[in-house]
């Protein structure tokens, strides 16, 4: 499994952005579960969000629940991160994790096992 995060930049408070996480050699399974996290400067990996193929289950941290949506084009097997109303605590690396094992049911203790490389997010103004 392949997964391509993009669509990071420099966005003023307010401002929105939306991310990309394309996913690649889901081979032998057509679920799967698709996570963002982010990693803040001196902080800890924090997950933010989910979004699960096999029952459509979502997840959102609490800083993000109603500013963030995460979405999927299944055409072109990406998930995206609508982020909305973005604060300067918002900068990060956001990176997409991968799991198509267990549940696939997104929650806080969903656990992955394919990661991407991250986008950098600048909330400034």
């Known amino acids: 499994v392949q997964l391509q995060a993009s669509g990071g930049g420099l966005v003023q408070p307010g401002g929105s952005l939306r991310l990309s996480c394309a996913a690649s050699?889901?081979?032998?399974?057509?679920?799967?579960?698709i996570g963002w996290f982010r990693q803040a400067p001196g902080k800890e990996r924090e997950y933010i969000s989910c979004l699960s193929s096999y029952d459509g289950s979502t997840y959102y941290t609490g800083d993000v629940k109603g500013r963030f949506l995460i979405s999927r084009d299944n055409a072109k097997n990406t998930v995206y991160l609508q982020m909305n109303s973005l604060k300067p605590e918002d900068t990060a690396d956001y990176s997409c994790?991968?799991?198509?094992?267990?549940?696939?049911?997104?929650?806080?203790?969903?656990?992955?096992?394919?990661w991407g490389q991250g986008t950098l997010v600048t909330v400034s103004s």
């Open positions: 050699g889901f081979v032998g399974s057509d679920y799967y579960a």
């Open positions: 994790a991968a799991t198509i094992w267990g549940t696939l049911h997104c929650s806080p203790e969903l656990t992955y096992d394919y």
